[in-house]
């Protein structure tokens, strides 16, 4: 009878390891899962902002109005600042989505108009386009001042 019992003993031995395996696989296969998931909502939501973007160019910077454009306060452009989206802003809409953008002009010494717009969804980065006498000249990416 003593022997019977250590033969239990190892015939459920293999089983427990053959559920660890199994739930080990298990959980690696979900973390794989998970990561794929993640992976297309990263990829979905940057193909959609790149499709945002696309439409606010197309909308706003191809054919900029510049009479649109607002003096600036400030000798040159202001610096963009924390507060920025909050001073005399305009907003563009694209379905639920939303740019806010800066349109500036000032007028240098000789006379020479220049244009900034300044595009940001967050507020702490923004996308800016220049143009002198309504020629583009520079485009990029600035980052606020605090």
């Known amino acids: 009878m003593h022997a019977r019992q250590t033969q239990k003993g190892w015939i459920s031995l293999p089983i427990i390891f053959f559920?660890?395996?199994v739930a080990g696989l298990s959980v690696a296969y979900q973390q794989k899962l998970q990561e794929s998931f993640q992976w297309r909502a990263t990829l979905a939501?940057?193909?959609q902002s790149r499709e945002r973007w696309y439409m606010f160019e197309q909308d706003i910077?191809?054919?900029p109005v510049?009479?649109?454009a607002q003096k600036s306060l400030c000798d040159g452009f202001c610096p963009l600042t924390p507060s920025s989206h909050l001073v005399n802003t305009n907003v563009w809409r694209h379905g639920e989505e939303s740019i806010t953008y800066l349109w500036r002009y000032y007028i240098n010494s000789?006379?020479?108009r220049f244009y900034r717009l300044c595009a940001s969804q967050n507020?702490?980065?923004y996308h800016c386009w220049w143009w002198q006498e309504k020629i583009p000249i520079?485009?990029?990416f600035v980052g606020v001042a605090s």
């Open 110 to 112: 000789l006379g020479v």
């Open 123 to 125: 507020h702490q980065q």
């Open 61 to 63: 910077v191809t054919s």
């Open 138 to 140: 520079s485009r990029g």
């Open 19 to 21: 559920l660890l395996v």
């Open 66 to 68: 510049f009479n649109a």
């Open 45 to 47: 939501e940057s193909n």
